[in-house]
């Protein structure tokens, strides 16, 4: 199986986010926790050189927060912060205010010096499912941007102002024209972060099961009652097709479903 996908809409909203750059302050690069090291974009990276960066380890709830403790850190710097998130629960967003507001320090204390109180804008970007459009919705504390269970939701940039002298710009997410790391790609495939139509379900469930007996095998034992195949799920769970065989393909759609809800547990899988 070769997992790619890069529709020509993700190469317009590229283009259309490096048009905006210019009057952006603070790039908000917001990660799925699940899959935090898969989820960081090379195109998003060049657009967000030189720019202040406030990462977002994005639905911790459905995450390994030990795992999570360990990778975040790295993500601090002299010029970019780092916050840990369920973007569901409301108010959560607050804790980016604070954060963004001296990532703009230097813009803030400039018009301060004119007497003016400046607005700090920021562009959210990401890789797509990672919860952009659930996160500027919590900071506006009203559903503004449509959001959505699978990739490619949001269609075009979207400017909001969220109170407090701050500007949002919700962006489609995007990813990169070749997913040549297979290994993550199909961590962006287990989240959801591609679209589900290019992918062989079955086959990603059977990927799914091996990452998964091997990094968090008392989980996943525990949720299949000790089975680790796909014909064992689809046994213990009574999945049969009308002529007595197994199904296989619903198992697999179990599999997926099962993690993506956090059912199996609270994994990180880098
Ligand atoms: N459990 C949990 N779910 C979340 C969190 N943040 C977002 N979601 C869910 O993730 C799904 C995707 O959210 P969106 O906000 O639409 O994601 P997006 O990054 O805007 O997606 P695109 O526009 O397709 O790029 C939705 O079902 C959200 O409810 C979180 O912190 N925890
Ligand atoms: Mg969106």
Redesign the pocket.
């Known amino acids: 199986m070769k997992i790619n996908w890069f529709p020509g809409h993700m190469k317009k909203a590229l283009a259309e986010m490096r048009k905006q750059l210019g009057s952006v302050d603070v790039i908000i690069y917001?990660l799925d926790s699940r899959v935090p090291l898969s989820s960081i974009n090379p195109s998003l990276n060049s657009l967000a050189a030189g720019k202040s960066i406030l990462y977002v380890f994005?639905?911790?709830?459905?995450s390994d927060e030990k795992r999570i403790a360990e990778i975040a850190p790295r993500f601090k710097g002299s010029n970019c912060d780092y916050v840990i998130?369920?973007?569901?629960m409301s108010g959560a967003g607050n804790k980016i205010r604070s954060k963004l507001n001296i990532l703009a320090k230097a813009k803030i204390e400039k018009y301060a010096k004119k007497g003016v109180k400046t607005t700090v804008r920021a562009m959210v970007v990401?890789v797509?499912?990672?919860?952009?459009?659930?996160?500027v919705n919590n900071l506006c504390g009203k559903a503004k941007a449509i959001?959505?269970?699978?990739?490619?939701?949001?269609k075009a940039n979207q400017w909001l102002n969220i109170g407090d002298c701050v500007e949002l710009c919700?962006t489609?997410?995007t990813l990169y024209p070749n997913l040549a790391d297979q290994e993550v790609a199909k961590r962006l495939a287990f989240v959801g972060s591609i679209k589900d139509e290019v992918v062989d379900e079955t086959e990603l469930a059977i990927e799914l099961i091996k990452l998964l007996s091997e990094k968090y095998p008392k989980e996943f034992s525990a949720r299949y009652n000790g089975q680790m195949t796909l014909d064992g799920i689809a046994s213990v769970r009574g999945f049969k097709l009308s002529g007595g065989e197994l199904d296989i393909e619903r198992a697999a759609a179990a599999v997926i479903d099962d993690f993506r809800k956090?059912r199996i547990g609270k994994i990180t899988l880098d």
């Not at 797509?128 to 996160?135: C, E, F, Q, Y």
């Not at 959001?147 to 949001?154: F, H, P, Q, S, Y």
């Open positions: 917001v994005n639905k911790i709830d459905l998130l369920n973007s569901t990401g797509p499912n990672s919860g952009k459009s659930t996160l959001t959505g269970n699978k990739a490619g939701v949001t919700d489609p997410g956090g």
